[in-house]
T-cell receptor, first 114, second 113 residues
Framework: AQTVTQSQPEMSVQEAETVTLSCTYD???????LFWYKQPPSRQMILVIR??????QNATENRFSVNFQKAAKSFSLKISDSQLGDAAMYFC???????????FGGGTRLMVKP | DTAVSQTPKYLVTQMGNDKSIKCEQN?????MYWYKQDSKKFLKIMFS???????INETVPNRFSPKSPDKAHLNLHINSLELGDSAVYFC????????????FGQGTRLTVV
């Protein structure tokens, strides 16, 4: 089975500080896409950032950036200048060629302390 | 306007009943999905569907069936509900390419008593 693993069930960060959420994955495909989704208490799933596996450059979206290590199959999310509104569940996911379905990791609950 | 909408948002029902959850997207996407999120927040794909192909996750019981009256709708029918079916069910849609974002509905919390 092709899996996605998030080893940190919970993380905590002080407001304005930086935090990194870890994700590793398994795949037999050479080209694929990886995503980080945020799920606040409202339950809505919101795309944070995406990474194309064939691109060497790490994706960046404002305060959010990734550290993509293809050989190690690692895809971590860095949140800079953390804000109270960043508190949520964060899910790492990869997409499958067949049916474009997402396989999610187990999630990391991020708490932001004022 | 809501991009992907699901109804109802909450559903409480007894074991053995049959229920449906409706999903509509107004994004013009060609592929729709159903995901299940269990009590531990684990999200798992159930179905992927476009007008050409239905892909079913092999772990989904055949009591669950997607029905698509048209490209903008993918409803989820569940027969003979069991306690273990209690979860949040998310509908999503995308343009069907690997790099496109999947847009999610707000979820339906199903409670089977």
């Amino acid at each position: 089975a092709q899996t996605v693993t998030q080893s940190q069930p919970e993380m905590s960060v002080q407001e304005a500080e930086t935090v990194t959420l870890s994700c590793t994955y398994d795949t037999s495909e050479s080209d694929y896409y990886l995503f980080w989704y945020k799920q606040p208490p409202s339950r809505q799933m919101i795309l944070v950032i995406r990474q194309e596996a064939y691109k060497q450059q790490n994706a960046t979206e404002n305060r959010f950036s990734v550290n993509f290590q293809k050989a190690a199959k690692s895809f971590s999310l860095k949140i800079s200048d953390s804000q109270l509104g960043d508190a949520a569940m964060y899910f790492c996911a990869r997409i499958h060629n067949a049916g474009n379905m997402l396989t999610f990791g187990g999630g990391t609950r991020l708490m932001v302390k004022p | 306007d809501t991009a992907v909408s699901q109804t109802p948002k909450y559903l409480v029902t007894q074991m053995g009943n049959d229920k449906s959850i409706k999903c509509e997207q107004n994004l013009g996407h060609d592929t729709m999905y159903w995901y299940k999120q269990d009590s531990k927040k684990f999200l798992k794909i159930m179905f992927s569907y476009n007008n050409k192909e239905l892909i079913i996750n092999e772990t989904v019981p055949n009591r669950f069936s997607p029905k698509s009256p048209d490209k903008a709708h993918l409803n989820l029918h569940i027969n003979s509900l069991e306690l273990g079916d209690s979860a949040v069910y998310f509908c999503a849609s995308s343009q069907g390419h690997l790099n496109t974002e999947a847009f999610f509905g707000q979820g339906t919390r199903l409670t089977v008593v």
